[in-house]
Nanobody
Framework: QVQLVESGGGWVQDGGSLRLSCEVS????????IAWYRQAPGGQREFLAR???????NYADSVKGRFTISRDSTKRTVDLQMNNLKIEDTAVYYC??????????WGQGTQVTVTS
């Protein structure tokens, strides 16, 4: 019954901005936290940003000052605003929702390609 659907990916030039959205099929309050990850070609899945039920947020060092995670509980969405994108940001971006070790969920991913 839990479904996460990412959208907003695409092509953007180096230095540009993009906003990703994760639409969640159940109330955001269901989860302890919701996060964004990415996986670059040939790489491992990498944590980017997390927002907790309290509203507290934290970020990976690689995106601090450039990416912002936010939520809209009414729309049941968690967005990732990405500014000053770099070529190395090219990856598939995934939404992740955590309730417990036995209950965590991933979206299907959305491709972000940053070009020179």
């Amino acid at each position: 019954q839990v479904q996460l659907v990412e959208s907003g990916g695409g092509w953007v030039q180096d230095g540009g901005s993009l906003r990703l959205s994760c639409e969640v099929s159940v109330a955001l309050s269901t989860f302890n936290h919701i996060a964004w990850y990415r996986q670059a070609p040939g790489g491992q899945r990498e944590f980017l940003a997390r927002i907790r039920g309290s509203g507290d947020r934290n970020y990976a060092d690689s995106v601090k000052g450039r990416f912002t995670i936010s939520r809209d509980s009414t729309k049941r969405t968690v967005d990732l605003q990405m500014n000053n994108l770099k070529i190395e940001d090219t990856a598939v971006y995934y939404c992740y929702a955590h309730l417990s070790m036995a209950k965590d969920y991933w979206g299907q991913g959305t491709q972000v390609t940053v070009t020179s």
